[in-house]
């Protein structure tokens, strides 16, 4: 016989998801509309675009008819979201190129940058939080945390340049720019997205190790933690047995949030380092008054986030059973 009790707390749960998720989307909606309406306000358009400088205003004002860009602003965004419910982001009216079939080309470079640049920023966080909690205050301690500080102050179109001179022109460890896809080698591949992805994962270092040290230093402080040591464990025990885990909790939010921004951090990686993938597509989108490519962009990065975020709000609660009961509560 099913528990009333039990459904009552997964039903409570798939509630808070579902309202999550809802507020998500809503922002998503808002975005999209604003960005058409500052689309329509910024000077110029498609059409001219298309005919070039020398198109007359009588051309200009045709195509815009025959493109359905003379409609009121409102009237625009309604048949692009009824469209874009059925998953038809529309077609380009610049490359005549379907929105969906261009985002599904570039997603690998720009998820392989960001999924690379996540790994290394945890990496290196975890090792630098851990180090600086075991001995806080300590010369070591403040060291990592200067570091932290100057990479906090370092965003890509500093840090690309920078890993290029050193790590390309000097050593030569690494191409200047192009991509190489995974299907022509593992090895190429990574040689070709390795800076990309360390030019926009280092202010991530900076703010992952900042949040999981504060967090380790308090853990340790704890009285669960004081008997744990009492009882004779060592301090590498205590740390990743007793300490970690529930540390770890901020950091599972931070992480859902950094993947809308390195989604977006991406766009000055790509530029630098000529790799084919969304941000770049944006951006020259953008320039060209792409109005239709550009929505069906900031849709699909929209639908990305709110996934990642809601996994990140599911994810609470394996890694603190307190929230999954409070969830349930």
């Known amino acids: 016989m099913t528990n009333p009790l039990k459904l009552t707390k997964r039903s409570r749960t798939a509630l808070s998801v579902v309202r999550k998720t809802g507020r998500g989307l809503l922002v998503m909606l808002l975005v999209t509309f604003a960005l058409v309406v500052l689309m329509a306000a910024a000077p110029g358009s498609v059409a ?91 010369l070591l301690d403040r060291a990592l945390t200067a570091v932290s500080s100057v990479l906090l102050s370092v965003p890509a179109f500093i840090a690309g340049p ?22 022509q080698g593992l090895g190429a591949n ?54 970690f885990r529930p540390s770890s909790l901020s ?18 990686a790509e530029s630098l380092f000529s790799l084919p993938g969304l941000g770049q597509l944006l951006i020259s989108s953008i320039g060209t008054r792409d109005v239709i490519m550009v929505q069906g962009m900031v849709a699909f990065t929209g639908v990305v986030c709110v996934a990642v975020n809601t996994l990140a709000d599911i994810g609470y609660g394996m890694v603190d059973p307190r929230v999954r009961r409070a969830a349930a509560a």
């Open 48 to 138: 001219e675009t298309i005919l070039g400088q020398n198109a007359t205003a009588e051309n200009v004002t045709a195509l815009n008819r025959e493109l359905g860009l003379d409609r009121p602003v409102l009237a625009q965004y309604g048949d692009w979201l009824a469209h874009a419910v059925r998953g038809d982001l529309g077609t380009s009216p610049l490359t005549n190129q379907p929105v969906g079939g261009a985002i599904a080309d570039r997603v690998p470079v720009t998820l392989e940058l960001t999924l690379l640049a996540v790994l290394f920023a945890l990496l290196v966080a975890v090792v630098f939080a851990v180090l600086c909690a075991a001995w806080p205050g300590s």
């Open 162 to 183: 920078v890993l290029i001179y050193f790590l390309s022109v000097r050593l030569g460890w690494f191409p200047v720019m192009g991509w190489t896809p995974l299907g």
């Open 190 to 243: 990574l040689r070709s997205a390795v800076m990309p992805a360390l030019s926009i994962a280092l202010v991530e270092v900076a703010a992952f190790h900042r949040l999981l040290r504060t967090d380790l230093i308090t853990t340790l402080g704890e009285d669960f933690v004081g008997a744990a040591r009492a009882r004779g464990m060592g301090q590498v025990y205590v740390m990743f047995r007793h300490a």
């Open 251 to 268: 950091l599972v939010t931070m992480v859902g949030l950094s993947v809308g921004r390195l989604v977006g951090a991406t766009a000055v």
